[in-house]
Nanobody
Framework: QVQLAESGGGLTQPGDSLRLSCAGS????????MGWFRQAPGKGREFVAA????????NYADSVKGRFTISRDNAKNTVDLQMNSLKPDDTAVYYC?????????????????WGQGTQVTVSS
């Protein structure tokens, strides 16, 4: 059974940094892209970032470009999201996901597996 488990969320202040991690089990994901999405209260699921299997290509939402960095470790079956210069608008539940293609797609339908999510709250 494939499982994805996110960690690293929490309450932080504007301007601070957080690092989210996602560990996969049940199969290896080294042949496909992985990504991060988020969902704020009352809003739909939003693409944040994605990365190809070899980490050669990354894709970011405009709202996080220059502040967030996605990375992966295929040996550990993990994908991380380093979030810097956090803003209150970054408040959301963050989900990691595994695609069925090797493309850093922003479309949720390109992702087969999803974690349960981790809450990130940015507030002063």
């Amino acid at each position: 059974q494939v499982q994805l488990a996110e960690s690293g969320g929490g309450l932080t202040q504007p301007g601070d940094s957080l690092r989210l991690s996602c560990a996969g089990s049940g199969r290896t994901f080294s042949s496909v892209a992985m990504g991060w999405f988020r969902q704020a209260p009352g809003k739909g699921r939003e693409f944040v970032a994605a990365i190809t299997r070899g980490s050669t290509i990354t894709n970011y939402a405009d709202s996080v470009k220059g502040r967030f960095t996605i990375s992966r470790d295929n040996a550990k079956n993990t994908v991380d999201l380093q979030m810097n210069s956090l803003k209150p608008d970054d408040t959301a539940v963050y989900y990691c996901a595994v695609a069925h293609i090797n493309s850093p797609s922003p479309r949720p339908r390109d992702y087969d597996y999803w974690g349960q999510g981790t809450q990130v709250t940015v507030s002063s």
